[in-house]
Structure formats: C-alpha cells, structure tokens
C-alpha cells in the first residue's frame, strides 16, 4: 500500500490553506501560472501555423506536427503521470516551465532564421509538447492537497473558467498582436509566459507530493506505471470515467468542427455571426462552470447531472443538424456548451475526489492520453466522410450514435450516475 505522509508543520499548513478558497494565495499563484502559460501558447500556436503554411504552402506541413504532437502525448502521457506520483511535483513543474521558456525561446530564433529547417521546428515543438504532459497531471493531482476536499469543486471550476477564458482571449488577442508585431514576437512572449509560470510556481512555495516510504519505495518505476494501468482497468469510477471522457470528446470534437463547416457551407454566415457561433461553446461552458463555481457543496446528485447532461446532447446535436440558418443554430450551439461543462467539469471534479492522491498523477496521465488521441481520430474520419455526405448528415448521425451511447451509459455506468 502507498501513503502520502506528511509532517505534522505540513498538515497545520495544508489545513489553514483549505479553510476558505479565496484566502489561498497558493492556489491563486498556480491558477495564474497555469492561466498565463495557456495565455502565451494561444500566440504560439497561431504563429506556428501561420509560419507553417507560409513556409512550406502546404497543409500536410501542419499535420506533420499535429500527429507528431500526438504521437507524443499517446506514447509518454501515462510515463509522465507515473513520474508525477514519484517525484516532488512542484519541482516537475519548474523544471517543465524553464526547459519549455528556452525550447520556445529556441523556436522563435529558428522561425526568425530564413531557410530553417522544418523537421527542427517539428523536433523541438515535439519536446515543448513532451515537457507539457509533465506539467499538467503535476498540478492537477496537487490540487486536491493545495484546497482540500471542500473547494476542489470550486478550485476546478475556477481552473476551467480560466482556462476557457485564457484560450479565447488568447486566439483573438494572438491575432492582432502577430498583425502588429509579427510571428516571432508572438512565440518570444510564449516563451517569457513560460517564464512567468516558473516564477508564479517559485513563489507559491512548497505544496505536498506523495512521499513513497517504507516497503514501497522500493518499487521500480515500471511498476508504479503499471499499477496506473492496473488500478484504472480494476477500480470501477475511474474504469467508467476512461470509458465516458475519451468517448465523449470523441464526438464533440468531431461535432465542433461539422459545426464550423456548416456555418459557412449551409448557413452562410457572415464574419459577426461566423465570430458568434465560435465564442458559443467557451460561453456556453463558462456559464456552466460558473453555477457548478456558486453552488459547490450545495451542488447534489452531481453523477445524475453527468448523465442528464449526456442523454441531453445527442438530441441537441439532431436538433442542429436540421437548423437553416446561424440565427437558429447560435442559441444551440450556445445550450451545447453548457451542457458539456457538466458532463466532464463534473467528472474531473468527481474524480479528484476518488482517485487516492497519490494515484492521481498516472490516472490523469493515461486520461490525458486518451482523451488527445481518441477525438483526434474522430475528427480526422469525420472531416474526410463530410465531404463526401454533407457536414448536416454527418452531424445527424453523430447525434444518433451519441444518443445511443448516452443510454447505454446512463445504465451501464452505474458508478457515475449513482455519485452524489
């Protein structure tokens, strides 16, 4: 058996920080750093997109990267999480953030360097990519130590709001920054963001990570990685939660992109409402985790709230599909999102709460895995049979399939539905 211990100046520590969310400066410092870093990668990414297609003129170019990225995070997602649960998570955390400030810093001098070469640009995007799957089980299997069970429904929501915010800003304010200052500029302040989340860490002090002792500190590495695989497979949530997340991204994601097709190809729709249907989703989200945020411990049946949310959105998604016009399908697209933020808001909250902590950094890896790999299949088959039976047909059948999954679900998944 593993057991976090901890000191008794530890414990005092850890129980004066979670008395009251809003009076923790640590979790504030790390909801910054995180938010920031979210911020600057919204810059990168389009300036890596835009150099990429100026560059080389062609698509394949930006799928090179996007299955290397892939690649990597189904290959060592569940190697970073195991390493997670072994070593002092903050530390993971700076050293991903100062590595990743210099590898983006890196890239900024290749992009700005005529004539670099392409496959350097994909290598040094893939170890940036590497890096960040150590970052994020690091800090989400922390959360629970930093606010203690009675805020982490609160501390969750209050990340994805964040994160939502941070990308959405982050894309428009990319835009015009690249505009005024160019592709180079953009990935340098990635890079100093980067920077930035190393200090915000540095300054958030010590938090606790598992500490491995007696008989099990003997454990091989490869053990603790497959006692990850073994615990998900045996442990009846999180088996359920691997089944439902991945699955669910699956067609959301393939959903939100017949959803852009079809506004241009069916509804015709001009710049403003083009601009409207992209914002419905991280509002829709936004206005779900901000009641799932007010509530927090008055929120109950919270399992049976997944499942309604679920069993709710196929018949949404065939309800789109039928729409004529972006004014009709806005206020859906708009119900889509905020159903979605109970559905997985509600599951990464449930299973922060399950999963023992020490655990929680090889189950958020393999989850992590999953949930790139799986809906990015999906959207590849999706956007190839689109165009050849129309994105509406599409989006009716994925309507069909996800209505099906959501029963199936709702009665099989008797872990979940039944959590309160």
Not at 71 to 98: E, P, T, W, Y
Not at 330 to 347: A, H
């Amino acid at each position: 058996m593993i057991e976090a211990q901890y000191t008794t100046k530890e414990q005092l520590n850890l129980a004066t920080l979670q008395v009251n969310l809003f009076k923790n400066k640590q979790f504030f410092l790390l909801l910054a750093a995180y938010t920031f870093s979210i911020f600057g990668n919204s810059f990168h990414n389009i300036a890596l997109n835009l150099w990429v297609l100026t560059e080389t003129g062609s698509a394949k170019m930006m799928t090179v990267i996007l299955v290397t990225n892939l690649a990597v995070g189904a290959l060592f997602g569940s190697i970073a999480g195991a390493i997670a649960d072994r070593f002092d998570r903050r530390k993971i955390m700076q050293v991903c953030d100062l590595f990743r400030c210099i590898l983006v810093l890196t890239i900024a001098l290749c992009i700005a360097i005529p004539h670099s070469p392409f496959m350097l640009i994909v290598l040094l995007t893939a170890i940036v990519t590497f890096l960040g799957l150590f970052q994020s089980p690091s800090l989400n299997a922390s959360l629970i130590n930093i606010v203690g069970k009675d805020n982490i429904q609160r501390a969750t929501g209050l990340m994805n709001i964040s994160d939502n915010i941070s990308r959405t800003l982050g894309f428009v304010l990319g835009g015009i920054f690249i505009a005024a200052f160019g592709g180079v500029w953009a990935i340098i302040f990635d890079g100093l963001t980067f920077f930035l989340s190393f200090i915000l860490v540095f300054l958030a002090g010590h938090f606790p990570s598992p500490r491995i002792t007696g008989g099990a500190s003997k454990n091989s590495f490869s053990h603790d990685l497959k006692q990850g695989f073994q615990f998900v497979r045996k442990d009846a949530f999180a088996k359920a939660v691997t089944v439902l997340s991945p699955t669910l991204l699956l067609f959301f994601m393939s959903a939100l992109m017949l959803t852009q097709v079809m506004a241009v190809k069916v509804w015709h729709a001009n710049a403003f409402e083009f601009g409207l249907i992209e914002a419905c989703i991280p509002l829709g989200y936004m206005i779900g985790a901000g009641i799932i945020v007010l509530l927090g411990a008055k929120l109950k049946r919270r399992g049976l709230l997944i499942m309604i949310s679920l069993l709710l959105m196929g018949p949404i998604y065939i309800l789109l599909s039928f729409s004529s016009n972006a004014t009709v399908a806005i206020p859906i697209i708009l119900l889509i999102g905020f159903m979605f933020s109970f559905c997985t808001l509600l599951v990464n909250i449930i299973l922060r709460l399950e999963v023992s902590e020490e655990l929680q950094g090889r189950v958020f890896g393999i989850m992590g895995s999953l949930n790139s790999v799986v809906p990015s299949l999906g959207l590849i088959f999706s956007s190839f049979v689109a165009d050849s039976y129309g994105a509406n047909s599409i989006l009716l059948y994925i309507g069909l399939i996800l209505t099906l999954f959501s029963i199936l679900s709702s009665l099989s998944l008797k872990k979940i539905r039944t959590y309160n």
